[in-house]
């Protein structure tokens, strides 16, 4: 008995011993700066003089900026236009692309495509299609005969501009995983379900739904966390100035880079972002396991 705990604690310390590297790491990289985070957003910092200790002078300064709650609103209105297109766009592309019968390989690499490209280039592009004068949309707006758009240039289409962007250079991923999914569900399911005349309605929110289930929660939860951090889009096509399409990290960006220079305040609102995303995370995760 003796020998065998022994040889137990001898083999959890080869064990621990083999981790030790990664643990390292991911303390460094990780945990470190998560603390130095926390650390920071009660202090004053410009990383030119010494910082100051301030309390919670940065929260109440931030929750007292005018465009707080725009940031706020502007990331929620993103992240659910996104939950839309982002989410039910690839689903159902995947679904169709996994009926088909020839050229599979062509629309799964057409799909995937835009994921290969730096995000940068993405939104330059994404630009260029935008423009108000030599752009590619408001070309075919004008050979159709229907009236130009300013597209993120205007207030009423610059959010839904930035979503269409962020859609189709990400959604890749996302198509990926569902088809990889559908391509697991037994066929016999869907043969017994044609057997008894089920419609293709019937056989996705009966079979392909249900199948699907564990996949399409997580990627709900990483959709959402991802698209609360939307920052290249919003900070490439229409800046860090416009209360259309500020978001909390591009307003991260200002307190830290532009306005203030005070990387305390952007500490904060960094804290903010990671408890309200932290405790949606935990929520999310406990009412999907309740339901299991």
């Known amino acids: 008995m003796a020998r065998s705990f022994a040889g137990q604690v001898r083999d959890n310390l080869t064990a621990y011993a083999f981790m030790a590297a990664g643990i390292a790491v991911f303390a460094l990289f990780s945990w470190y700066p998560l603390v130095r985070g926390v650390i920071l957003s009660f202090q004053q910092v410009n990383f030119v003089t010494d910082p100051w200790w301030v309390g919670f002078d940065n929260y109440r300064t931030i929750f007292d900026d005018p465009l707080f709650w725009t940031a706020w609103w ?3 209105k993103f992240t659910g236009l996104a939950l839309v297109l982002g989410y039910l766009v690839p689903f159902f592309l995947a679904v169709l692309i996994n009926e088909a019968r020839h050229a599979k390989g062509f629309f799964r690499i057409a799909v995937y495509l835009p994921l ?12 260029f299609f935008y423009d108000p004068g030599n752009g590619i949309f408001n070309a075919v707006l004008r050979g159709v005969h229907l009236p130009e758009s300013q597209w993120y240039q205007s207030s009423s289409t610059a959010m839904l501009s930035l979503v269409l962007v962020a859609t189709w250079s990400n ?10 999914a559908l391509q697991n569900i037994p066929g016999e399911l869907y043969e017994a379900a044609e057997m008894e005349g089920a419609s293709v309605w019937q056989r996705l929110r009966h079979i392909t739904i249900p199948q699907m289930r564990f996949i399409l929660l ?11 951090q939307v920052f290249i889009e919003p900070y490439q096509l229409t800046g860090t100035t416009n209360p259309d399409t500020i978001t909390v990290m591009v307003l991260i960006y200002r307190y830290a ?11 904060a609102m960094s804290v903010l972002l990671f408890i309200v995303l932290g405790a949606f995370s935990a929520l999310y995760l406990r009412l999907t396991r309740d339901k299991d």
Not at 116 to 127: A, D, G, N
Not at 175 to 180: Q, R
Not at 218 to 228: G, H, K, R, S
Not at 257 to 267: E, Q, R
Request: hydrophobic share 70%; glycine share 6%.
């Open 74 to 76: 502007n990331t929620l």
């Open 116 to 127: 290969m490209l730096p995000p940068i280039v993405v939104v330059l592009l994404w630009k």
């Open 171 to 180: 959604m890749g991923g996302a198509f990926i995983m569902y088809l990889a």
């Open 218 to 228: 997580v990627l709900l939860l990483l959709q959402i966390v991802a698209t609360m």
């Open 257 to 267: 880079f532009t306005v203030n220079n005070d990387f305390g305040m952007a500490a």
